[in-house]
């Protein structure tokens, strides 16, 4: 079964400190990988999608990059706005999103 | 424009009783979902629906759970009777694309609680 897997589960920063969240995928024929920000009593919102290893997408202080087994949200630079839960989700085509369980980030004033 | 909108926002019941939530998708938006948030977890697709016909429902307890999408539209899910692990967030997301495309727009969801 194709699986994503989201690492850590949490994470705090300080404002202005730079970090990366993971997402390993099984490989399984993916067919695209999205990454979500979900804010607390709301449904998630599109950030990125990459369909091939070494694609690399930018907005802001974040940079979607992927490999052949994983992805990376890099953040640079945090603000406190940036707190939320960041969600990636595979497409193995199936035509469906598989989420993983999201990383919740807390970027500290 | 307009975003998805689900209604109610909020939902107390206790086990064994019914319930529905309802959802309008983004006008012109051919393609609709349902998925399941629990606590912790992220999100699980329940149906998809392509204008008013079911593309997947794998993952729907049908024994409970129903759906439907009349004219292509507004959609309703229910469920009866509510058991204690359906306590979730539904999420109701719609797209343009009749394949999973780069983006997929989410209502703010319901929140169902199961006593």
């Known amino acids: 079964e194709d699986q994503v897997t989201q690492s850590p589960e949490a994470l705090r920063l300080q404002e202005g400190e730079s970090s990366s969240l993971n997402c390993s995928y099984t490989?399984?024929?993916?067919?695209?990988l999205f990454w979500y920000r979900q804010d607390p009593g709301k449904g998630p919102e599109f950030l990125f999608t990459?369909?091939?290893a070494g694609e690399e997408k930018e907005k802001e202080r974040l940079k979607a990059t992927l490999t052949k087994k994983e992805s990376f949200l890099h953040i640079t630079a945090p603000k406190p706005e940036d707190s939320a839960t960041y969600l990636c989700?595979?497409?193995?085509?199936?035509?469906?999103?598989?989420f993983g369980t999201g990383t919740r980030l807390t970027i500290i004033p | 424009e307009a975003g998805v909108a689900q209604s109610p926002r909020y939902k107390i019941i206790e086990k064994r009783q019914s319930v529905a939530f309802w959802c309008n998708p983004i006008?012109?938006?051919?393609?609709l979902y349902w998925y399941q948030q629990i606590l912790g977890q992220g999100p699980k697709l329940l149906i998809q629906?392509?204008?008013?016909?079911?593309?997947?429902d794998s993952q729907l307890p049908k024994d409970r759970f129903s759906a439907e999408r009349l004219k292509g539209v507004d959609s309703t899910l229910k469920i009866q009777p509510a058991k204690l692990e359906d306590s979730a967030v539904y999420l109701c997301?719609?797209?343009?694309?009749?394949?999973?495309?780069?983006?997929?727009?989410f209502g703010s969801g319901t929140q169902l609680s199961v006593l």
């Open positions: 490989v399984s024929g993916l067919r695209g």
């Open positions: 990459l369909y091939s």
């Open positions: 989700a595979g497409n193995f085509g199936n035509e469906k999103l598989t």
């Open positions: 006008s012109g938006h051919a393609t």
């Open positions: 629906f392509q204008n008013n016909g079911v593309v997947d």
């Open positions: 997301a719609s797209s343009s694309s009749v394949v999973v495309s780069e983006k997929l727009f």
